[in-house]
Each structure stands twice: as C-alpha cells, then as structure tokens.
C-alpha cells in the first residue's frame, strides 16, 4: 500500500528538548515537504527537498532543520523546541505534477 | 507569487442541501489546482485537482469543482450533503509545470446539520 508514515503521531515535551519527527515514504517519489497546520492559518510549508541532498526552505523554516540522505525519508529536526512550535505537522511526498500524498500527521506540544 | 483565498472559515449546510465551498488563486501563470479534504485527527486527501483541459472536474464522493479563468475561482460543490462530508476543506494552487511549490488557503470547515 501506498503511503507516507510519520512518527511520531504524538509528542509532549517541553523546551529545548531536542527532538525528529520521523517521516518515509515506500512510493520512490522524488518530491518531500513538511508542513505545519495552525488554526485559521491552513498549511505553511517549513521545508522541502527535490531529491537526495536536495533541501530547502518553505514559508516558515526559522527553528526548524532537515535532512535528505535517502530518497524515502525526510525527518524533521527541532534543535532546541520552543512553545511557538507547537502544531500539527504534516509531511508530504510527491512525484512530478501528481497530488502529494500526506502522512497522518504529528501533533507536538512543548510545554 | 501564487495564493489561494478561501471564502469563510466555516459553512453550515443541511443535510440534503447543496454545497459550496469557495476558492479564489492568484497565479502568474497558468495555475494546477487541488481541493484536500481533512477528517478529524487524520491527514488531507485529495478530492479533486484541475492541471488542464476541462474546466468542470469531477472527484471523489460526489464533489466536483469548475476552473474559471476570467473569475480566477475553483469552488467546490456537491449537489447534496451528507453526514459523512462534515470535514475541513482545503484549495491548494500550484504553478503548472515541474516541481513547483503548492500553496494552500486556510480551509472551510463544513458542518452538515440533521
């Protein structure tokens, strides 16, 4: 089956923390992006990559790191947590033009 | 730069009544465009998606959507809501071609009412 799997699905923890949010996908796409979902803002795209070694910033990178050594994972990286990054975070691979696949998401709180 | 506007944050129907979900973009050139439906607690699926040709698109559950170029809109709609379609709605744009960036409006919450 096809899918993008994130872990984990959810994550208490509090500031300064260092934590990953894990993210694969077993669709050999090219194509990865991590987005967080806040209220009344939809999703703002933090990072994507094109391809292996291949990253950049989205919208609102500020906190956040990635990396990309192979094609079917893509783990987001908060170095020292802090409140403001508490969210509901969606990672998302696609190939081409085609529609993303979304995992089902990960809800961090950092107390 | 590309953006999606969608009208209203939430929209009550009854059950039985039509949807509307509306969908404005700006795009500089000729844009894709996606509508996402998001269950509670899970991720976003696609329902539909416009890239080119014709403008009326039919997707899933019954939802289909009309790309009008000279209005700039791409709102959903269903003849006849049922319980089962009460979810946040997302419009998403991207600029046609390669891997562009996809950008998404805030989402319309539909509540179905019995």
């Known amino acids: 089956e096809a899918q993008v799997t994130q872990n984990p699905r959810y994550l208490i923890t509090v500031t300064g923390k260092k934590l990953t949010v894990t993210c694969s996908q077993n669709?050999?796409?090219?194509?990865m992006s991590w987005y967080r979902q806040d209220p009344g803002l939809g999703l703002r795209q933090i990072y994507y990559?094109?391809?292996?070694?291949?990253?950049d910033k989205g919208d609102v990178p500020e906190g956040y790191k990635v990396s990309r050594k192979e094609k079917r994972n893509f783990p987001l990286i908060l170095e020292s947590p802090s409140p403001n990054q508490t969210s509901l975070y969606f990672c998302?691979?696609?190939?081409?033009?085609?529609?993303?696949?979304f995992g089902d998401g990960t809800r961090l709180s950092i107390l | 730069a590309q953006s999606v506007t969608q009208l209203g944050s939430h929209v009550s129907v009854s059950e039985g009544a039509l949807v509307l979900l509306r969908c404005n973009y700006s795009?500089?050139?000729?844009?894709?465009l996606f509508w996402y439906v998001q269950y509670p607690n899970q991720g976003l699926q696609l329902l539909l998606k416009y890239t080119t040709g014709a403008t009326l698109v039919k997707g899933i559950n019954g939802f289909e959507a009309e790309f009008k170029k000279s209005e700039t809109s791409f709102h959903l709609t269903k003849p006849s809501a049922h319980m089962s379609d009460a979810a946040e709605y997302f419009c998403a744009v991207s600029e046609s071609g390669g891997y562009q960036k996809v950008t998404f409006g805030t989402g319309t919450k539909l509540q179905v009412i019995p």
């Open positions: 998302a691979s696609r190939t081409g033009v085609q529609p993303q696949h």
């Open positions: 669709m050999n796409h090219e194509y």
């Open positions: 795009s500089s050139v000729p844009p894709y």
């Open positions: 990559s094109m391809n292996v070694e291949v990253t």
